[in-house]
């Protein structure tokens, strides 16, 4: 007898949050060469930086560009969005010795704001899954989890890789997933309902 069931949670707007990923790429890209043009006038002094900054902000770009679907691949995300907070955080360590407050804070701030969206991207584009057990049902959100009690349901439905809940306020809570349950174990799954919902 089985008593827990994972469905995949599929994000409802995924392509839209992968659009806005790819950018944000731009942008921290468009950011990183407005530092190194900065740099080049005091070549001599900065050269060893526009070397590394140049490069790699513009093979970022054609990777966000012509190679987008990489992007899907959470690690290949990741280490660009390490590229850009380092990168960006040099920047601004540099504005701040060259005690140019404002170019500081905005450099700053962004490096910030790219650190807080990698961990967000990493849960948004993670794998998330809806959990069924004896107690509840457990959807995973953004930041945490919400857990609705089994009393609090009337109803579940599995239908064309959309799982509906009835709630007994008459409201109803849908998602779409995905598995790869057989007629098998779908079977357990409408008797392990039947044994909750009784």
């Not at 790869?180 to 009784?198: C, G, N, P, V």
Request: hydrophobic share 55%; aromatic share 14%.
């Amino acid at each position: 007898m089985k008593n827990q069931f994972y469905f995949l949670l599929i994000p409802e707007k995924y392509q839209k949050y992968f659009v806005q990923m790819k950018a944000l790429h731009v942008m921290a890209c468009i950011f990183l060469l407005v530092y190194a043009v900065y740099l080049l006038s005091d070549w001599d002094a900065n050269w060893m930086e526009i070397v590394a900054v140049i490069p790699a902000s513009l093979a970022t770009l054609g990777i966000v560009i012509f190679k987008g679907a990489l992007l899907k691949q959470l690690q290949i995300n990741q280490v660009l969005r390490l590229f850009e907070v380092g990168f960006l955080g040099v920047a601004a360590n540099y504005f701040y010795t060259m005690q140019l407050i404002l170019p500081m804070a905005i450099f700053g701030v962004v490096a910030l704001f790219i650190l807080v969206l990698m961990l967000l991207e990493n849960k948004v584009f993670s794998e998330r899954f809806i959990e069924l057990n004896e107690q509840e049902i457990i959807f995973p959100q953004l930041l945490n989890k919400r857990k609705i009690p089994w009393q609090n349901i009337t109803g579940v439905v599995l239908r064309f890789h959309v799982l509906t809940l009835e709630m007994k306020d008459d409201s109803f809570v849908q998602q779409a997933v995905f598995h790869k349950y057989d007629d098998d174990e779908i079977a357990l799954f409408d008797d392990f309902l039947k044994r909750q919902l009784a």
